[in-house]
């Protein structure tokens, strides 16, 4: 089972919008309303995000939200702020046999 | 509040064994299950396996089937991650992280990592 595809890298100017995409295939992201994300800073755990393509967690920010069309994912950050810089990576359930495949990972960067 | 604390780091010879422990505070220990994730040095994220903390059943990915042995004991919340016949490649942080599997799937909240480093 290959890895999602996610851009290695995406920037962004304080206050303005970035879209992360995670592409998959029919057995993972486009079968399954699974898709969460994660936020990784450096020498950190990664920390939950997104799940079930666009819920939020308790805490989390409504800056960030999630979205999916067909094999692929997205991520959206609105209101880009100094501490979202941090490496961003999709998941994706894959059925009872792969069960989970991880994204490549998008490293952030805030202008 | 939920919280996975792991086990300090290690340092392994090639062919040796590694053991990690996970241990649950915050939440009903045998409600969820334990995902194992691992990070090598510089790269992505790599989902390891899976254990149902109610009945012990698990889920390991394929290309680490016959190395990797996932346990729990309900007795001390605490999930473990062995891992046999070491390799350099296997060197890594390796991560637990709440499962709700049955219901959801996505991993929430992860421990604090254990750093496995594989060396002669």
């Known amino acids: 089972q290959s890895a999602l595809t996610q851009p290695a890298s995406v920037s962004g100017s304080p206050g303005q919008s970035i879209t992360i995409s995670c592409t998959g295939t029919s057995s993972d992201v486009g079968s399954y309303n699974l898709v969460s994300w994660y936020q990784q800073h450096p020498g950190k755990a990664p920390k939950l995000m997104i799940y079930e393509v666009s819920k939020r967690p308790s805490g989390v920010s409504n800056r960030f939200s999630g979205s999916k069309s067909g094999n692929t994912a997205s991520l959206t950050i609105s209101g880009l702020q100094a501490e979202d810089e941090a490496d961003y990576y999709c998941?994706?359930?894959?059925?009872?046999?792969?069960?989970?495949?991880f994204g490549t990972g998008t490293k952030v960067t805030v202008l | 509040q939920v919280q996975l604390v792991q086990s300090g780091a290690e340092v392994k010879k090639p062919g040796a064994s590694v053991k990690v422990s996970c241990k649950a505070s915050g939440y009903t220990f045998t409600s969820y299950g334990i995902s194992w994730v691992r990070q090598a040095p510089g790269q992505g994220l790599e989902w390891m396996g899976w254990i149902s903390a109610y009945n012990g059943n698990t889920n390991y990915a394929q290309k680490l089937q016959g190395r990797v042995t996932m346990t729990t004991d309900t007795s001390t919340s605490t999930a473990y991650m062995e891992l046999r016949s070491l390799r350099s490649d296997d060197t890594a942080v390796y991560y637990c992280a709440r499962d709700p599997y049955s219901s959801s799937s996505f991993f929430d909240p992860w421990g604090q990592g254990t750093l496995v480093t594989v060396s002669s």
């Open positions: 998941c994706s359930y894959a059925g009872s046999s792969t069960y989970y495949v």
